[in-house]
C-alpha cells in the first residue's frame, strides 16, 4: 500500500512562509500527478497546487505568485513553499497522490493532513 506522509506544518504570523513536505513510500516517477488540497472549517476541501511527473504545474488562483510547488525524485518528496501566508491560508493542508499502476489504471492515495495556521 502506497503512503504519502506529510510534515512541515505549525502557526505562522501574517506575512510569514511555511515549506511543507510530502514523502511518498515509492519512487515518484509512479505517480502522476501529486499535489495539496486543503481544507478550511466549515468549507468544501480545494486543490491547492499540484505537479505532473514532467514538472507542470498547476496552482489555484487564490495562491498563484505565493506558493511553489516543487518535486526531488531522489527524495520521492514533494514540497509546497508558502511565502505571504494569510489567515485565510489557515486550513488543514492534505498530500494527494495518483499512483499510476498501468496505461488505464490508477488510484488516489490521501495523507493524514497537516494543518497550518496563520494568526497574529
Known amino acids: 500500500q502506497v503512503q504519502v506522509v506529510e510534515s512541515g506544518g505549525g502557526l505562522v504570523h501574517p506575512g510569514g512562509s511555511l515549506r511543507l513536505s510530502c514523502a511518498a513510500s515509492?519512487?515518484?516517477?509512479?505517480?502522476?500527478?501529486m499535489g495539496w488540497y486543503r481544507q478550511a472549517p466549515g468549507k468544501q476541501r480545494e486543490l491547492v497546487a499540484a505537479?505532473?511527473?514532467?514538472?507542470?504545474?498547476n496552482y489555484a488562483d487564490s495562491v498563484k505568485g505565493r506558493f511553489t510547488i516543487s518535486r526531488d525524485g531522489a527524495k520521492n518528496t514533494v514540497y509546497l513553499q508558502m511565502n505571504s501566508l494569510e489567515p485565510e491560508d489557515t486550513a488543514v493542508y492534505y498530500c494527494?497522490?495518483?499512483?499510476?499502476?498501468?496505461?488505464?489504471?490508477?488510484?488516489?492515495?490521501w495523507g493524514q493532513g497537516t494543518l497550518v495556521t496563520v494568526s497574529s
Open positions: 494527494h497522490a495518483v499512483v499510476v499502476t498501468g496505461i488505464t489504471t490508477q488510484y488516489e492515495v
Open positions: 505537479i505532473s511527473r514532467d514538472g507542470r504545474t
Open positions: 515509492i519512487d515518484i516517477v509512479n505517480i502522476n500527478p
